[in-house]
T-cell receptor, first 115, second 114 residues
Framework: DTGVSQDPRHKITKRGQNVTFRCDPI?????LYWYRQTLGQGPEFLTY????????KSRLLSDRFSAERPKGSFSTLEIQRTEQGDSAMYLC?????????????FGPGTRLTVT | DQQVKQNSPSLSVQEGRISILNCDYT??????FLWYKKYPAEGPTFLIS?????DKNEDGRFTVFLNKSAKHLSLHIVPSQPGDSAVYFC?????????????FGTGTRLTIIP
């Protein structure tokens, strides 16, 4: 059973550096979502894809953030010129909205620390 | 504006008793609700969901109740077990109106006392 996987699990970077995270969804899922979670809060929506099309972006996703899902398979989330406020857990989820199944299944997350 | 609220940051329950976790929402467009469980250093794990056309959904020890008029839902865990100790998040979306993104509450930390 292969669930949602994310890589890396932890990333420490210096302010101003660029970072890229990868998410591999459950194989038959056509939807992929990115969320961000900070301490004491619930996950907050960033963006989502249906296949390779990016359908919605939150206003939380500033111009320094970009997400892609080439060929509708894995996805990458890049943060350019990182800031200390970017420190958070970045969560990926996937779903296959078909029949009566709508749940989003989450990966383990990538914890980003910007020093 | 917090559209999904979990007003109890923590809850302690004796093993074997019922755990009741509560959630309130303000957005009347929400029509699909989920509960997730989260252990430290892991992603949220899906537990149970309910659509707005129902008022109850049951899966094993977990039951979710939805009161649309009060904009309130609750998760009942019976009987509570030590492995249930985790942070529980309520989430909502306007799925059937074409908006899939989940809006989460801030979570309730459940501790089961052996």
């Amino acid at each position: 059973d292969t669930g949602v996987s994310q890589d890396p699990r932890h990333k420490i970077t210096k302010r101003g550096q660029n970072v890229t995270f990868r998410c591999d969804p459950i194989s038959e899922h056509n939807r992929l979502y990115w969320y961000r979670q900070t301490l004491g809060q619930g996950p907050e929506f960033l963006t989502y894809f249906q296949n390779e099309a990016q359908l919605e972006k939150s206003r939380l996703l500033s111009d320094r953030f970009s997400a892609e899902r080439p060929k509708g398979s894995f996805s990458t989330l890049e943060i350019q010129r990182t800031e200390q406020g970017d420190s958070a857990m970045y969560l990926c989820a996937s779903s296959q909205i078909a029949g009566r199944t709508y749940e989003q299944y989450f990966g383990p997350g990538t914890r980003l620390t910007v020093t | 504006d917090q559209q999904v609220k979990q007003n109890s940051p923590s809850l302690s329950v004796q093993e074997g008793r019922i755990s009741i976790l509560n959630c309130d929402y303000t957005n009347s467009m929400f029509d699909y609700f989920l509960w997730y469980k989260k252990y430290p250093a892991e992603g949220p794990t899906f537990l149970i969901s309910i659509s707005s056309i129902k008022d109850k959904n049951e899966d094993g020890r977990f039951t979710v109740f939805l009161n649309k008029s009060a904009k309130h839902l609750s998760l009942h865990i019976v009987p509570s077990q030590p492995g249930d100790s985790a942070v529980y998040f309520c989430a909502a979306s306007a799925l059937f109106r074409g908006n899939e993104k989940l809006t989460f509450g801030t979570g309730t930390r459940l501790t089961i006392i052996p």
